[in-house]
């Protein structure tokens, strides 16, 4: 749930952010509006092109990482992927560069957080059907898609509160401070400090025992 909220609120925040802070990695180079215009679409699809990338391959690689590292291990690695990735960004966010490395870094944290969440669904049905002797699939999969659907309109609404309430303007040519530096934090620090106690509780989290006590039963 806090996973699928995170990635709702990047994926809101994104826009706005490129809108933001695009204009002044290209401004000292373009010498007209449309020059500019065009930078900012290359800039932006760059971004958009290496977290695909990134998502389509680790998305593929997820499985084999998991089973070389275990389930804990390759959370917790996810986790402080992420948190380090956010350092760059935090300290500099107008750098083109620590754009980058933040969508990098989010896009294998995420990647793997989801093909594992998804997973550790399945687990869940089968720990369920072990201990009761009942098989609830359907059930599970219900409560995700429920859980799923509720994160998203909760980061919308997170979002354009808190942007408007910062006092941001979609119309507006330039940005007060205060929508800026709220922009900054939920991109930066804000994700960073869910990402740390996600890692906390990945640690302290017991289906990868309770899943190994079952296979040496079985």
Request: overall charge positive.
């Amino acid at each position: 749930m806090i996973g699928r909220v995170l990635l709702h609120c990047l994926l809101t925040v994104g826009g706005a952010f490129c809108l933001l802070y695009l204009p002044n990695n290209v401004k000292a180079v373009a010498s007209s509006k449309l020059l500019m215009l065009l930078l900012m679409l290359i800039a932006y699809w760059a971004i958009m092109a290496l977290y695909l990338v990134v998502s389509v391959v680790f998305s593929v690689l997820s499985i084999p990482i998991d089973r070389k590292l275990g389930r804990r291990k390759t959370m917790i690695s996810s986790a402080l992927v992420y948190v380090v990735g956010k350092i760059w960004f935090v300290l500099d966010p107008f750098s083109y560069g620590a754009i980058l490395v933040n969508a990098l870094t989010v896009a294998y944290a995420m990647t793997l957080a989801f093909v594992l969440f998804n997973t550790n669904r399945n687990n869940i049905a089968d720990l369920i059907e072990w201990k009761s002797g009942r098989r609830i699939d359907s059930l599970v999969s219900t409560c995700d898609n429920l859980a799923s659907k509720l994160a998203k309109a909760g980061a919308n609404l997170l979002m354009t509160g808190v942007l408007a309430a910062a006092g941001f303007n979609a119309e507006l040519a330039t940005q007060p401070q205060s929508a800026i530096d709220t922009i900054c934090a939920l991109l930066g620090w804000v994700p960073m400090l869910v990402a740390a106690v996600m890692m906390v509780i990945v640690f302290f989290h017991p289906i990868e025992k309770e899943m190994t006590a079952m296979k040496e039963k079985v």
